[in-house]
């Protein structure tokens, strides 16, 4: 069974440009989550889907962040425009449902703003 | 809010045994992860407690104390391959936009030397 797929694996961008990140998720999973993980942090919960539909998204900085999930599947986060601050490795987890307790992980997007 | 501590570094001999203690303040509580992520790598599972006691798989065993809002991870037979940090992680079970998130702790680096 192939795991949670992301990609780019790394990306260095300058400050104020846009950058986005993919992830696909483990099949048959319709919890998808986006984390946040600063250096030597946990991962933050940015926002969870259920299906197509965002379900928690209040950790999100909807000034410049976005993201979406068109067909329940794939999985889009968006940045623009990219602060310093912003520098730190996204993650995207899957589960089947909310109510299971184990989170699927990918290897996560490292994002270095300049 | 919620709140985790663990200690952010343990360094143990190969062979031996550690525990990583967890203490955890929140507003809701259904249930206490554990995960282990190694250096670049994506957080992985490993094990979780939603009542009182130890869980164990394999040479991972798992401890919660519900009143106490303590709980331990213990690491048997240590590996090399065990060097990694591990995260403690609660389960909210509050309804709405907080449902089933999970709050990560900053983590402890175990290093297992020789």
């Known amino acids: 069974e192939a795991g949670v797929v992301q990609s780019p694996r790394y990306k260095i961008i300058e400050k104020k440009q846009p950058v986005a990140f993919w992830c696909n998720p483990i099949s048959g999973h319709n919890t998808l989550y986006w984390y946040r993980q600063n250096l030597g942090q946990g991962p933050e919960l940015l926002i969870r889907y259920e299906n197509e539909e965002a379900v928690d998204d209040s950790q999100l900085p909807k000034d410049r962040f976005s993201a979406e999930r068109l067909k329940g599947v794939d999985s889009t986060l968006k940045i623009q425009p990219a602060e310093l601050g912003d520098s730190a490795v996204y993650l995207c987890a899957s589960s089947l449902s909310p109510t299971m307790y184990e989170q699927y992980f990918g290897p996560g997007t490292r994002l270095t703003v300049t | 809010g919620q709140s985790l501590e663990q200690p952010s570094e343990v360094t143990a001999v190969e062979g031996a045994i550690v525990q990583i203690n967890c203490t955890y303040q929140t507003s809701g509580f259904y249930g206490l992860s554990w995960y282990q992520q190694h250096d670049g790598g994506a957080p992985t599972f490993l094990s979780y407690?939603?009542?009182?006691g130890l869980e164990e798989t394999g040479r991972f065993s798992s401890f919660l104390s519900r009143s106490d809002s303590y709980g331990y991870l213990l690491l048997q037979e240590l590996q090399m391959k065990d060097s990694a940090s591990y995260f403690c992680a609660v389960r909210d079970g509050y309804s709405g936009a907080g449902s089933y998130q999970l709050t990560f702790g900053k983590g402890t680096k175990l290093s297992v030397i020789p």
């Open positions: 407690n939603a009542l009182d």
